[in-house]
């Protein structure tokens, strides 16, 4: 693989944590890993690697541009990844405001929504550790 490869991979593992990479390894197949190399190489090589902005912020650019273009699914993968780039709920919450305003209230409503329930799903795993 390339150094981008190898460098996306080590960023994904470091925002999303070792157990959903490995599950996302052990789940792809010949049909789908093209595309599981080009995200590795474009969004966590490239885009996330880059040193322009801080995890934390692209933390919070992640969860806006989700939720400002109705991509709900992927909300709770980078509410959990927040643990791990320094985003913090308040952090979130500021980001969902600027949706509510930009892009609508019912966008905005829906990913706080998704984001109280991981909140709440990373509180009970913690309160049992």
Known sequence: MSDRYDRGLQVRRQV???????RAEAEMSDF????QDLITQAAWGTVWASDGISLRERS???????AATGNFDEIPMHIRATARTGASRRDVLEA????AIYAGVPRANHALKLAKQTFAQMDAKEDKA
């Open 96 to 99: 969902f405001q600027h949706v």
């Open 16 to 22: 999303l944590g070792d157990a959903h990479v490995d």
């Open 32 to 35: 789908d890993q093209p595309f």
């Open 60 to 66: 919070m650019l992640t969860l806006a541009l989700l």
